[in-house]
């Protein structure tokens, strides 16, 4: 049985019953909505309960084992709505979380205050949500970069419109006018996974229809905060790219899979989209919000799909590919926000023509950090200099994509940005999420909550990521103490192990900043000894 913390004994305080008999019978009964009725069972009566979960199970007609096993993945879904949520992740660590969480915790009064892994508002570190507001205050600092003009916001559709917004999707050039246009513009999947989009499209379209496009905006890597940035400043100039997807397939179904912590980009997404309606735009198919349930791995694609459908995000073996076998077993186009923000500028200016740009979230040790579009082979010292106001003082190490991209030490600062340079250093670029720590942040310290994170987010369905990330999270919080828990060979096993049979990204990705900690900070590991040590079988 799972520890009840001590403040979850007061949660049955919170639950509006009487609310309860009222939503109930208006909920939508299809496995598919499972998890936008656990939500509102959330927001709108209290945090589940077995009771409250047993309630909506009868009424959907699913086994109640069923539900209970989804509500216990999704992390917020027993949380109450007006929990106090501060972001212990490694770039709110390094700037004072652990002591902002303290300061919480003793002036709560009842209130839950968790600390939690990722809040996506790393720009603001270190950060809090009560309930959906965020504290400090939301501020935006962007450029207008020729791509994505994140610099100036749009308020409506008019706005967009104003900017040359639905050019493309009023004039539609043929879908292989679409494909060659993709494939010269060179545009990969900003995500992280960095899949050539013109494949990606091609490949779905020659699968047969139905078909279904599906919006990643579950932006949860540390560090990466660009998809948020477009969503609440310019979420008409997604709904557009979104749109030409949806022609391009032929799909009259579109979906948003969006992490709950964005509030304000929720409020967003779901005024544009009524405009979107009320212009006609969307007449003959709809575009579906899917708000999560704070789970990092539903990220990954198929994870995602997993928990669209009403079950816990848990990634599927691949093949078969969401192009072939994706959201109910149909043929699925997936992008993340930033890759279809940029679809409606290559469209229009041609995909030769298309400046190679990407969004990069900068945070940490910075003047202003924010999100800014640059070149894909831009430096790190470009970044925070040109467009981020400079270090605030000495660092200790910069992490160039977010947290599986690798770890750097400060001499990487003028290395490009770009997959062919940051391979020889064992790193890439991933989410494109600079993180840059200040000195008085060690790398083993840096590496320890990097650790912590993955084990934390692990789905637990691979015993390799499952018990590899709390391994080497514990090795190294040993090794802080002077204590040694296994030796470097024995690491580098498990490090291999988790490489090779891990399902997702998560598994695969982990040992990226480990090896890289290991190659670029060797006295700081030498305790573990080295590699040759490792007896033969």
Known sequence: MRAVPPWAAKYDQRIDVLRLTELLPGLPQERTRLLDNLGRVRREVGPLTPELSDALADHMNIRRGEVHEVVSFYSFLEVPPDAVRVCIGPVCDCLGAKELLAREQVKSNGTPVLGVECLGHCDLAPVLTRGDLVEPEVVHRANDGPSTGLGTGDETLADYERRGGLAAIRNLPSKEKIVEELKASGLTGYGGAGFPTGLKWEAVAKEPAPRYVVVNADEGEPGTIKDRYVMELRPHL???????????????????????????????????????????????????????????????????????????????????????????????????????????????????????????????????????????????????????GGLTGAISAVVPGGAASGILPPDALDVPLSRDSLREWGAGPGSAGLQVFPESYTPLRLLAETMRFFAEESCQKCTPCRIGNRGMHHLLEELEHGEVAMPRAKVEEWLDAMVSTSICGL?????FPMRNAFRHWPETFAALGDTATMSTP
């Open 238 to 388: 997604m709904l557009d790219g979104t749109l030409i997807a949806m022609d391009f397939a032929d799909a009259t179904e579109g979906f948003i899979y969006l992490r709950e912590e964005y509030a304000a980009a929720r409020n967003r997404l779901t005024q544009a989209i009524e405009e979107f309606r009320a212009a006609g735009l969307l007449e003959g198919r709809s575009l579906e919000l899917v708000v999560g349930a704070g789970a990092y791995i539903c990220g990954e694609e198929t994870a995602m799909l997993e928990s669209m459908e009403g079950r816990r995000g848990m990634p599927r073996l691949k093949p078969p590919f969401p192009s072939q076998v994706g959201y109910l077993g149909r043929p699925t186009l997936i992008n993340n926000v930033e890759t279809l923000a940029h679809i409606p500028a290559i469209l229009r200016d041609g995909g030769e023509a298309w400046p190679r740009v990407r969004l990069w979230s900068v945070s940490g040790a910075v003047a202003q950090p924010g999100c800014y579009e640059a070149p894909l082979d831009v430096t790190p010292r470009q970044l925070i200099d040109d467009c981020a």
């Open 507 to 511: 598994g695969q990705g982990a040992p």
